[in-house]
């Protein structure tokens, strides 16, 4: 069975801190996916990064940095100089299966970043 | 521009009323889901459809009800056994059956209880 772990369930900062939010994952699948989504406060679920399960290359955009660690099974999400609009919730996502079928979400981590 | 309609925004229910939701999509996406999120929680899987004329369970189907008789559409109802519906719901869609490819979000339909 596939799982998702995201332990913090709320991080407060102030603004232009630095803040990591947690992802670990559980999976059988030799080929998989992983993916962060955003939810700001109007609700919908924002897209931010895919990554695959062969390739291990840290991303960087802008503010918004990602180090995928297969050895540890994590999936980490770096904000840095964080603002005010980064305030959501964030979701760490796990597919696998041979046609992505087992799509499983993390509980979320609510992020506050404040004045 | 291609995306996801969910509609209506807000809905509200009266006690023993089916309600639908409807979730249209113009993205040719094979796959289509339907998730609850109770305030302050995670996403629960209701149903999904992978192809037309054919969708799966969820973790929480009891209650809900759905069609996809179109590749664009996939409503769902939420039926008068489903005793605790006031929740907020989202559908979402991804193209082609492969692992790597995201799921792409509607705006979501907030439904209350009368």
């Known amino acids: 069975a596939q799982k998702v772990t995201q332990a913090q369930t709320e991080i407060s900062v102030v603004e232009k801190e630095d803040v990591t939010l947690d992802c670990v994952y559980e999976?059988?699948?030799?080929?998989?996916?992983l993916f962060w989504y955003k939810q700001p406060p109007s609700g919908e679920l924002v897209f931010l990064i895919r990554?695959?399960?062969?390739?291990?290359q840290n991303e960087i955009s802008g503010r918004y940095s990602w180090n995928f660690q297969k050895s540890t099974s994590s999936f980490n999400f770096t904000i840095t100089a964080s603002q005010v609009v980064d305030s959501a919730v964030y979701f760490c996502?796990?597919?696998?299966?041979?046609?992505?079928?087992?799509?499983?979400f993390g509980p979320g981590t609510r992020l506050s970043v404040l004045p | 521009d291609g995306g996801i309609t969910q509609s209506p925004k807000y809905l509200f229910r009266k006690e023993g009323q089916n309600v639908t939701l409807s979730c249209e999509q113009n993205?040719?996406?094979?796959?289509m889901y339907w998730y609850r999120q109770d305030p302050g929680q995670g996403l629960r899987l209701i149903y999904y459809s992978q192809i037309v004329n054919d969708f799966q369970k969820g973790d929480i189907a009891e209650g809900y009800s759905v069609s996809r008789e179109k590749k664009e559409s996939f409503p769902l109802t939420v039926t008068s056994a489903q005793k605790n519906p006031t929740a907020f719901y989202l559908c979402?869609?991804?193209?082609?059956?492969?692992?790597?490819?995201?799921?792409?979000f509607g705006d979501g339909t907030r439904l209350s209880i009368l």
């Open positions: 996502a796990l597919s696998g299966g041979d046609y992505g079928q087992n799509f499983v």
């Open positions: 993205l040719n996406h094979d796959a």
């Open positions: 999976t059988r699948d030799t080929t998989y996916y």
């Open positions: 990554r695959n399960s062969f390739d291990e």
């Open positions: 979402a869609s991804k193209g082609a059956r492969k692992g790597n490819q995201p799921q792409h």
